[in-house]
């Protein structure tokens, strides 16, 4: 959910955990194989082991967990040789325990028939999310133009590859053009007008000449998507960056998004921008958001982030404290520096509840 405050490699792509189906731990892979041999040795070793014969009933139910229906029946099958070999003295189970486990072994080949067809469903799902997500959020190249580029991104909602928030870079007749936003909403329900916003965004780009012009297109993309909607409030905040062919500044047009902040070696400031009101609830034509122009020097760094990153909160309610600690970070390469934040989040335990992005961008001098 966006704010009015101010008025993503691989790395977003985290395990969700096995049990939503990524591989298992090995160690779970290999129990059923380990519990068989361990209960077959004592029990062939000593007589006194045929206790131990009740954790062979395990054995089919923990290899649901990590094997297919074949391998499943091969462990229920060595299961049911080593209870009827005599010299494991496991050979006088009484009827209905044996067919017990009979039984077990022939659910747990079903169950793991069931399983994995899931997974198999789970693994076009995946790629389905990814190819979705290479195409509202493809890749960014590391240089566009004459500008660095590096990114970070992770959608809020448990599940999702895209979530609210959207970035993008252009290169253009104007020069660079770049834009950070965050949507009203979460997760796919934010998707389609994440898209039509950077639809809207690398449309204007190549065509509007200056950045409040774009914002212009951007609310406009807004308010006819919503034309035909009854209650749809739909609104988004958006900052939008240029750097212009043979300029050494930046402009900067703030549509109640978190302003930038500049790294120079090693210090860190958040600019000051003249705020405007949000995308889409009709204050634009009123109150058009002003450009900023802010002088950058040689080896400057530009760092956006999204409302998810600015408003991360530790135990005591206190807000991540990002232009401090990306002064400290300062050290660090700029390719490198949106995974540092991200880690720096974690390493202090703050909590992050909405969709979180990164985007730092460091230009070049101009060509003489």
Not at 239 to 267: I, K, W
Not at 292 to 313: H, I, K, M, Q
């Amino acid at each position: 959910m966006v704010s009015v405050r101010g008025w993503a490699s691989r790395g977003h792509l985290e395990d969700r955990g096995w049990l939503r189906g990524a591989p298992p731990p090995w160690w779970v892979r290999v129990l059923p194989v380990l519990l068989l041999v361990a209960v077959g040795s004592a029990t062939l070793v000593t007589p006194d082991a045929h206790d131990l014969g009740f954790l062979l009933g395990a054995i089919p139910p923990l290899a649901v967990l990590s094997y297919g229906p074949a391998a499943t029946g091969l462990l229920g099958v060595g299961v049911i040789v080593v209870l009827n070999v005599p010299a494991t003295h496991l050979n006088r189970p009484g009827d209905t325990d044996l067919l017990t486990i009979v039984f077990v072994a022939a659910l747990s080949v079903f169950v793991s028939y069931v399983r994995s067809r899931r997974d198999a469903q789970l693994n076009t799902e995946r790629a389905i999310g990814e190819a979705v997500q290479r195409a509202v959020l493809p890749p960014l190249p590391e240089r566009v133009g004459r500008v660095g580029c590096a990114a970070f991104y992770r959608a809020a909602q448990d599940g999702t590859l895209v979530g609210g928030d959207f970035f993008d870079v252009r290169h253009g007749p104007h020069g660079v053009r770049a834009v950070m936003g965050d949507v009203q909403g979460h997760g796919l329900s934010a998707v389609a007008t994440v898209v039509s916003l950077l639809g809207a965004f690398r449309e204007a780009a190549l065509d509007q000449p200056d950045l409040e012009s774009v914002a212009a297109r951007l609310d406009r993309r807004l308010a006819v998507d919503s034309a035909d909607v009854r209650h749809a409030e739909l609104f988004a905040t958006a900052l939008l960056l240029e750097f212009a062919a043979g300029s050494t500044a930046m402009r900067v047009v703030a549509c109640g998004h978190p302003a930038p902040v500049l790294l120079h070696g090693d210090q860190a400031r958040e600019v000051s921008v003249a705020p405007g009101p949000p995308l889409g609830i009709g204050l634009l034509d009123l109150d058009r958001p002003k450009e900023v122009t802010v002088p950058l020097g040689p080896g400057d760094r530009v760092f956006l982030a999204s409302d998810g990153v600015w408003e991360a909160r530790d135990a005591a309610g206190t807000f991540y404290p990002l232009p401090e600690r990306l002064a400290a970070l300062a050290p660090v390469p700029s390719a490198e520096l949106p995974a540092a934040v991200w880690a720096d989040l974690l390493r202090r335990h703050y909590t992050v509840r909405d969709d979180a992005t990164i985007l730092v961008l460091a230009p070049e001098p101009p060509a003489r």
